[in-house]
Structures are given as structure tokens and as C-alpha cells.
């Protein structure tokens, strides 16, 4: 992996050296020393809360405990705290007192109906009875995508702020979002948050997060990327409707089967065959058929679904009408009928360029030259993307897979032997805490 922007040299130097000129004057007053002390003693709290947090996860919209929990503990560092925002969202704001930028700072806090295998002593035993077409079902219950590392992280960056508040000017918001891995056709977390107006009184400037994982990256590592970071996300619907019949006398029906079987390789040669990948990346999935009931009984329907990942507007926009096309057209030439509904996910979660420049010596303070490292466009989506549409933003990655585990050994996002570094919390409280203080004093 190559450390960061060593493409475009000049460039960059030219950007970073005229920024650094003008930083010394307005930083000199302010002690990062004291930041990182901090931080080091907040840390066995962040580890107490990360592991309160992983023993009991919620999904998404459910995150009542986890609310209360933030709560609690922002009132008591002496945060003005709202509640109820979107939901189950909080967020907490730190007034200096001083006039200046308001930066914000976000982490999600749902978890997923995944069944832990981590063999963990806080391991989740958490699980939740849910209503579904077939009637009542039982879930377990996992952070197998580390949101409980990201709260802890930032409930860790709260109490850094609120200790060297008397060297702020402006504000901090910390936004604590449910609901990043969605309810399936209801809108997501961040993009209520936005509708309720949590970028409001008072506006914000600019605004940060981090998400564990993702790629295997070592523990202690900052990984980002400017511009376009991660993928739109879209999803279809596609049911085939033909014409049912005994299977020994197919020629008297229409077989969805078959067509779905052609559906499915003709939108393959959307990506391979009509869009131009030296643009971007883009991916075409079919996570899901049903149809059929008997091995001996042709269906008069069958029923699929998969997801769309693009980084270009225009090829999302190319890539849809591609889907539709290719699934009417294959269907009507067998004298069947498709039908196809979309729905739209996550927009590119973009990384304001002037802002990652301007921002990338702080997080090179924090973990030095040779651990931030830039790192190609990943097609995982993120609700984080609603922020950036609004406010300058920047996301960025932290390592948390141990230094001794092989990449092939390490256990991803949504596993359920998903086991993050906690050695990586103080990098990420640390990160958090540096990027608002930095925003605040060079703004």
C-alpha cells in the first residue's frame, strides 16, 4: 500500500505547503501534547464502553439502550444533549463559548441479526422476536460491523473535547445515527437525521467519521481516499411471469425459469460488455431467485432481486436503464413478462477534497507518514454519503485487524467471527478528537 497522494506530488506539496505556512500563528496555543494525554487516560472507559455496547446490540431504529447509554454519558462530560432525532438518534454539542466553525463528528450504532462466533467473554447473547411474512421469527443479535467501536471511540473524543474545550473557538456536534444498515424500504438513518435537521442550529462547517474494517488493514492504520470513496448503492426487483404447465410438456407454457437463467446472464454483460470500467468500477449482483414448487411443475412466476454498486452518476443512470432493457427484452423474446422496480440506496459517499487536503497533517500527527495510506475506491456503501451531500465531509478507514493475522485468516465486516483490534480504539479516539480540534483553530 502506498502512502498517501504520492501520486501528484507538486500538487499536493504545493496544497499541504501553503496550508502549513499559515498554521503556526493560529496553533501555537493549542497543546496536543495534552490531547493524546487524554486520550490515553480515557481509554480504559472507551474499552469498558466498547464492551458494554458489543454484549448488547440493537437494530436498526431499536437502538433504545444504546441511546440512553450515549446520553448518559454525554450529560455527565457537560454536553448540551438532544434526543429523539430520527429516531432513536442523539447528539451532543460543546459550545467554547468563542465564536468560530461548528465541526461535527459522527458514529452509528446499530447492529445486525447476525449469530456471534467470536468466542468473545462480551460476546453478544442478545436476541430479538420479529414479525415476518411467515409469522414471528428469532434473531440473534451481533455488532458484526463494529459500531460498537465507533461509539465508544467517539463517546472517547467527547470527553478529549469537553477536557480542552478552553482552547476551542466554535462548536462541536457529535451526531450518534441509528440505523446505518438500513430497514428495507424505509429511508436510513443519516438521511432522516438530515431531513430532521441535524446539520442545523447551529450549521455545520464541516463534518468526520471513521468506520473499522472494511479492508484488512492493520491495526493502527488510517486509510482513506479523496473524491469518491464508496460506492451507490441501488437494488431491483424482477419477477418473470410466464405461463405454468407440467414440466414433461413444456411447450405448452412459458418457463420463468429458464428466462430468469438468461435475465441473470445478460445483466452480467452490463458490467463485462457495455460499461466502460476504465471510468470506475460498477457491480451487478443477484443475491436472490425463488420460484417453483414441484420438480415436475413449470411456475408461472419466479422472483429475483440483487444490487447495483456504481461511483459515476451518469453510469448509475446508463446501468438502470440497462437492467430494465435487458430484463423486458430477454423476457418478452420467450413471451413472458418482466416486471422491475428499483429501489434507490445510498448515494457515493464522497471525501471533499479540499477538506481530506487540508485535514490530512492531522491524521498524519496521529499514527505518522508511513501508517496513512491511500487506498482504492471500495464498492460497500455507506449512509455517511447523506453528510457529504449536505456539508464538506471526510470518512476514513481505521485498521483494526491484528498485526499477526494474514489478511486470509481475517475475519470481515458482517462475519460472525468479526473481532476488531481494540488496540485500534486509542488511534480512533485520538483521530476524532484531532480533526475537530484542528478544524476549529485553523478555521
Known amino acids: 500500500m502506498r502512502n498517501i497522494f504520492d501520486r501528484g506530488l507538486l500538487i499536493f506539496c504545493v496544497g499541504v505547503c501553503t496550508f502549513s505556512a499559515e498554521v503556526p500563528a493560529q496553533q501555537a496555543s493549542f497543546d496536543h501534547a495534552k490531547l493524546d494525554a487524554s486520550a490515553a487516560q480515557t481509554l480504559p472507559d472507551v474499552v469498558k464502553w466498547r464492551r458494554d455496547l458489543h454484549a448488547h446490540p440493537e437494530l436498526a431504529f431499536q437502538e433504545q439502550r444504546t441511546s440512553d447509554f450515549v446520553a448518559r454519558e454525554l450529560r455527565g462530560m457537560g454536553y448540551e444533549v438532544q434526543r429523539g432525532i430520527a429516531g432513536t438518534g442523539v447528539v451532543g454539542i460543546l459550545n467554547s463559548g468563542r465564536p468560530g466553525p461548528v465541526v461535527a463528528l459522527r458514529a452509528d450504532m446499530d447492529g445486525l441479526p447476525v449469530l456471534e462466533q467470536t468466542g468473545l467473554s462480551f460476546a453478544s447473547k442478545q436476541r430479538i422476536k420479529q414479525q415476518a411474512k411467515n409469522g414471528q421469527i428469532d434473531l440473534p443479535l451481533m455488532h458484526a460491523c463494529g459500531h460498537d467501536m465507533h461509539v465508544a471511540m467517539l463517546l472517547g473524543a467527547a470527553r478529549v473535547l469537553a477536557e480542552v474545550r478552553g482552547q476551542l473557538s466554535g462548536s462541536v456536534k457529535l451526531v450518534f445515527q441509528p440505523a446505518e444498515e438500513g430497514v428495507a424500504n424505509e429511508p436510513n438513518g443519516a438521511e432522516r437525521m438530515v431531513k430532521a435537521g441535524v446539520l442545523e442550529n447551529p450549521k455545520v462547517d464541516a463534518m468526520f467519521g471513521l468506520h473499522v474494517g472494511i479492508t484488512p488493514q492493520a491495526t493502527g492504520t488510517i486509510s482513506l481516499k479523496s473524491r469518491g470513496l464508496m460506492a451507490s448503492s441501488d437494488t431491483f426487483d424482477i419477477l418473470v411471469k410466464g405461463r405454468q404447465t407440467h414440466g414433461a410438456l413444456p411447450w405448452n407454457g412459458v418457463d420463468p425459469i429458464v428466462i430468469a437463467a438468461q435475465i441473470v446472464s445478460g445483466l452480467q454483460t452490463i458490467v463485462s460488455r457495455q460499461t466502460n470500467l476504465s471510468l470506475a468500477p460498477a457491480v451487478i449482483t443477484v443475491g436472490t431467485i425463488q420460484g417453483g414448487q414441484r420438480a415436475n411443475i413449470i411456475p408461472s412466476e419466479v422472483h429475483m432481486s440483487g444490487t447495483i454498486r ?8 446508463q446501468i438502470l436503464t440497462q437492467v430494465q ?11 413472458a413478462i418482466a416486471e422491475i422496480q428499483f429501489d ?15 485535514m490530512l497533517p492531522s491524521l498524519r500527527r ?27 465531509s471526510l470518512l476514513f478507514f481505521l485498521g483494526v ?3 499477526a493475522t494474514a ?3 481475517w475475519a470481515p465486516n458482517h462475519s460472525p467471527q468479526f473481532n476488531p483490534d481494540e488496540d485500534a480504539l486509542l488511534t480512533g479516539v485520538r483521530a476524532l478528537a484531532s480533526l475537530a480540534v484542528d478544524f476549529l483553530t485553523r478555521n
Open 401 to 403: 485487524k491484528p498485526p
Open 325 to 335: 432493457r435487458t430484463a423486458e427484452h430477454l423476457a418478452s423474446a420467450s413471451g
Open 310 to 317: 456504481s461511483f459515476e452518476p451518469n453510469m448509475r443512470k
Open 344 to 358: 434507490a440506496g445510498y448515494p457515493v459517499t464522497w471525501n471533499d477534497p479540499a477538506l481530506t487536503e487540508k
Open 407 to 409: 489478511d486470509a485468516d
Open 366 to 392: 496521529v499514527v505518522g507518514s508511513a501508517l496513512l495510506t491511500d487506498i482504492p475506491v471500495t464498492t460497500t456503501s455507506e449512509d455517511f454519503s447523506y453528510f457529504g451531500q449536505q456539508v464538506p
